[in-house]
């Protein structure tokens, strides 16, 4: 049984960062495709970055260049550094992560990231 475990959301100011970890326990890490997507309230949730298992990596147009997502197979583990924070990054952040070669994904529990202006 996969299970996606995130932790680091929290509440900061503008202008401030936070890490997003996202733990992966029940599965080959190395053989998954990796995502980060977020979710606002009243929003359709949205791709925020994704890394392969070739780290290439892809994000979205709103946050390039102050979030970086890595990831590191021996702790079976994918990050979300996001600096520069602003307060239309706020939504619940989920990691995914998608089985190579098939359509099977799974959804960590969500954590909350809250930036205050």
């Known amino acids: 049984q996969v299970q996606l475990v995130e932790s680091g959301g929290g509440l900061v100011q503008s202008g401030e960062s936070l890490r997003l970890s996202c733990a992966m326990s029940?599965?080959?890490?190395?053989?998954?495709?990796m995502g980060w997507y977020r979710q606002a309230p009243g929003q359709q949730r949205e791709l925020v970055a994704r890394?392969?298992?070739?780290?290439?990596?892809t994000y979205a147009t709103s946050v390039k260049g102050r979030f970086r997502i890595s990831r590191d197979n021996a702790k079976n583990t994918v990050y979300l550094q996001m600096n520069s924070l602003k307060p239309q990054d706020t939504a619940v952040y989920y990691c995914?992560?998608?089985?190579?070669?098939?359509?099977?994904?799974?959804w960590g529990q969500g954590t909350q990231v809250t930036v205050s202006s």
């Open positions: 995914n992560a998608e089985l190579i070669g098939s359509r099977l994904a799974y």
């Open positions: 890394i392969t298992s070739g780290v290439f990596t």
């Open positions: 029940g599965s080959i890490f190395s053989s998954y495709n």
